[in-house]
């Protein structure tokens, strides 16, 4: 079993730049695919972006692309999510997330695919 601690989250002016934290404990971190979802008020949670479990391979949903950068660092157990060009419509709270994974090379980008959620944190971006 893995615990997930998101950190970060803030009030920023649109244009601005986030960096988003997931720090992972209870397991071995490189065993998990990762990803980041986001759900804003009364709408669905929804994919922004997933990594590999050895950092080589990443996705990302169309509305961050270019903007949005996740990375690892597998000796901190740590996950990234840089957010640059930071938009009114990036306001929500944001969720990390872990699935075990046999390869390494996977990247899981289906919501109901993931066991392992943390608690989330804001990010609102005022226009």
């Known amino acids: 079993q893995v615990q997930l601690v998101e950190s970060g989250g803030g009030l920023v002016q649109a244009g601005d730049s986030l960096r988003l934290s997931c720090v992972a404990s209870?397991?071995?971190?490189?065993?998990?695919?990762m990803g980041w979802f986001r759900q804003a008020p009364g709408k669905e949670r929804e994919f922004v972006s997933a990594?590999?479990?050895?950092?080589?391979?990443?996705r990302y949903g169309d509305s961050v692309k270019g903007r949005f950068t996740i990375s690892r660092d597998n000796a901190k157990n740590t996950m990234y999510l840089q957010m640059n060009s930071l938009k009114h419509e990036d306001t929500a709270v944001y969720y990390c997330a872990a699935k075990l994974t046999m390869s390494k090379r996977q990247v899981v980008t289906v919501r109901e695919e993931y066991r392992h959620w943390g608690q989330g944190t804001q990010v609102t971006v005022s226009s």
């Open positions: 990594i590999s479990r050895w950092h080589d391979i990443t």
């Open positions: 209870g397991r071995t971190f490189s065993e998990y695919g």
